[in-house]
């Protein structure tokens, strides 16, 4: 078969975005994640984090489906969802629209641009679920929230939520951070284990100062990424519960692929996150797959000059963290 994609990031989080839209492709589910495996393979000349499929949707502007590089599938992407809205707002010649994702239909719109011509989007990041069934956690408790595993750690205290990606997050110092722990413990709940039977997104937060936060992710079904959309809005909420930033307010979070902004609103007892960030396009490709023969060849690939802008912010954020980390 012969498919066009393009690849893109947000924040350093790359995917290979394919249009079912205006193209006439079909897909069989093992066939999407045959895809994901193949074509987001790193020692190839395309790899990425994922492939998100944009499709139409009986209620919404669009669908997006995502797929791990592993084959598996994730029912929301932050990072991945702004590429979705960017492409389908152009599509629709549209400032705004509405996402079908596996667990809710979301809002997404353009926005001011976050840095000189990087091109911004806001997505919505809901449900917020903190039954600990909703990850699942395998803890005798409903919720669980700056409290101890003992299984995992006797120092660090963890918040559990889903958004509705699971999570686990820490706030932890700059030692922590620099240590072997997170790898470690990410790759114990990830693996075999009977606390999170479907593993689990691993944050670690550092403090950098009010409305400043870093925040590292282990991502099940990836491992280390340079960012994690769900999981830069997943702690920003936990930030905000633990009164260290405002409801209502920007916190700027920063990560090893750029910087993105979150906003949380507490609605009665429910949550929503506004995730922005950057949409940005490296290339778009034509390629010819055997998934029986699990190859493909690139025919064509045009590179964009977008990254160019986004690496300009790249190192502005750099060296702000240079200096915000030390302590």
Excluded: W
Excluded at 133 to 160: C, D, G, M, V
Aim: glycine letters at 6%.
């Amino acid at each position: 078969m012969e498919i066009n994609l393009i690849k893109g990031h947000g924040s350093g989080n790359d995917f290979l975005l394919i249009d079912e839209i205006t193209n006439n492709y079909t897909f069989t589910e093992s066939e999407r994640a045959e895809l994901a495996r193949l074509l987001c393979n790193r020692e190839t000349e395309l790899g990425a984090d994922g492939i998100l499929f944009v499709m139409k949707s009986a209620q919404t502007d669009g669908r997006m489906r995502v797929f791990n590089a592993d084959g598996s599938e994730a029912s929301m992407c932050g990072n991945g969802l702004r590429l979705v809205a960017r492409y389908l707002c152009e599509l629709l010649g549209k400032n705004e629209a509405v996402v079908e994702t596996m667990k809710a239909d979301l809002k997404v719109s353009k926005q001011p641009e976050l840095f000189s011509d990087v091109q911004t989007y806001q997505v919505e990041i809901s449900p917020v679920l903190f039954d600990l069934k909703a990850l699942p956690l395998n803890l005798n408790k409903p919720t669980l929230y700056n409290e101890k595993i003992h299984e995992l750690s006797e120092e660090l205290r963890f918040t559990a939520v889903a958004v509705p990606n699971p999570h686990l997050i820490t706030i932890v110092d700059a030692a922590t951070l620099k240590s072997d722990i997170q790898r470690q413990l990410s790759e114990k709940v990830n693996g075999p284990n009977e606390l999170f039977p479907d593993g689990v997104n691993v944050s670690f937060i550092k403090l950098l100062e009010k409305g400043s936060i870093y925040v590292r992710t282990f991502e099940r079904g990836v491992g280390f990424t340079n960012a994690c959309g769900t999981a830069m809005s997943a702690s920003s909420l936990v930030t905000c519960m633990q009164g260290l930033n405002e409801y209502e307010s920007v916190v700027d979070v920063y990560n090893n692929g750029g910087k993105v902004q979150c906003i949380v609103h507490q609605l009665g007892k429910k949550y929503q996150i506004d995730l922005i960030g950057n949409a940005t396009y490296l290339y778009n490709a034509s390629v010819t797959i055997d998934l029986s023969e699990k190859s493909f060849k690139v025919n064509q690939k045009n590179e964009m000059t977008e990254q160019h802008f986004y690496e300009k912010m790249q190192t502005e954020v750099q060296q702000y963290l240079n200096n915000a980390m030390k302590g």
